[in-house]
């Protein structure tokens, strides 16, 4: 549904997205995951037609940015980091009013604002003044906002920043719901949200990607390395690193503080799994073998090998 090639916006002197270029399918739920300043709201605002590209390509469907931002901007519906609303309108007032500057019809006004407000959880604020709400609460009017003319497209600009756990559960929940009927691009540095959110997560730092794939995917593929956590009785540290690092693929093998045992945790950096190779290993010695497990790697390790500062 979405092609954008090498696309690239400088600020005077400085680049604040340079040369990216993805996919997005239609019924996507797509997350651009990032440090804050990484690049994602400046890509979510080209993607928009809000700012302009430096250089690089933008199609949705059979439209071009360049040539027919018009008809881009009516496909999708945007909601940035802070909902700009109407403090003093009601929310049905406030509603019904957005839906009347898109040129929708009275005989479409009801039934569309009733649905939205089902969908966005909202039907009990109706009649409450936008700025005696919540942040949680005005974080889903503007939703019913970006909603109104029945976009194919939904872009969220940190659509849970500020909000709080159960919030944060709430709008996860409603943008899941949304993502079964549209495409949904979002943008978030919780890791956790991007995790329990998206079916696909891309990982931008200073203006590039540096990681694309699910959640899952990502966990796999990145580095090769990962840790292995021995437990023994009977063995002494030195002996057993000797041992293990005789083991092609096994980087290092470093004590873990334990009172009970000996607790070591090895670096592996091999394609297949080591631990049949450690296990028979530990069969030929006198140590007696008490817990033995793969850490998991989590995407909070991988956010932060892919963003570090060199």
Known sequence: MIHVESLTKYYNDLCAVDQISFDIK?????????????????????????????????????????????????????????????????????????LSIRGIGVEKKTPRIHKLADLCGINEIMHK??????????????????????????????????????????????????????????????????????????????????????????KQSASGEYLINILLKNAEFKSVKDELLSIDGIKSVTPIENEEYLQVKLLCKSPSDLRGNIYRKIKQTDWILVGFYRETRTLENIFRELTREV
Do not use: W
């Open 26 to 98: 239609t019924g996507e739920i797509l997350g651009l995951l990032g440090p804050n300043g990484a690049g994602k709201t400046t890509t979510l605002r080209m993607l928009t037609g809000f700012i302009h590209p430096t250089s690089g390509n933008i199609s949705v469907k059979d439209f071009n940015i360049d040539e027919h931002p018009l008809e881009i901007k009516k496909l999708m519906g945007y909601l940035p980091e802070s909902a700009p609303l109407y403090h003093d309108m009601l929310v049905y007032d406030y509603l019904s009013f957005v």
């Open 129 to 218: 003044p936008v700025g005696e709400l919540s942040k949680g609460y005005r974080q889903r009017v503007g939703l019913a906002h970006a909603m109104m003319s029945d976009p194919e497209i939904l872009i969220l600009d940190e659509p849970t920043s500020g909000l709080d756990p159960n919030q944060i559960v709430e709008i996860r929940e409603i943008i899941r719901r949304i993502g079964k009927e549209k495409t949904v691009i979002l943008s978030t540095h919780i890791l956790s949200e991007a995790e329990a959110t998206c079916d696909r997560i891309i990982i931008i730092n200073h203006g590039r990607i540096v990681a694309d794939g699910s959640a899952e995917t990502l």
